[in-house]
């Protein structure tokens, strides 16, 4: 079975008052993360930013028993950590 992804989603406010939400995930350098989604609305408040980011990180998931899984690297991967 593939390894979970390591995602995250927080709120960036480019200007006070202005929210979106950005969807991050870690590379294999745990001190690096990637951008792979953003919104492109504009919310009023942080929190229905965060909302609609952590509904983005959702339609990642096809399992919710599983969560949001790398495509399977098959048997020449690198091993990850703690598997």
Known sequence: M????HL???VDEP??????????ESTGDPTVW???GSGE???NSWMD??????V?????VTDERLGPRAPDEGE???PIAGS
Do not use: M, Q, T, Y
């Not at 983005?56 to 990642?60: R, S, V």
């Open 34 to 36: 990637v951008d792979i």
């Open 76 to 78: 020449n991967a690198a």
């Open 41 to 43: 609305s504009v919310f």
């Open 56 to 60: 983005e990180l959702f339609k990642l």
């Open 2 to 5: 593939s390894h979970l992804r």
């Open 15 to 24: 200007e006070p008052g202005l929210f979106f939400w950005v969807l991050h």
């Open 49 to 54: 930013a965060f909302e609609a980011g952590c």
């Open 8 to 10: 995250s989603v927080f």
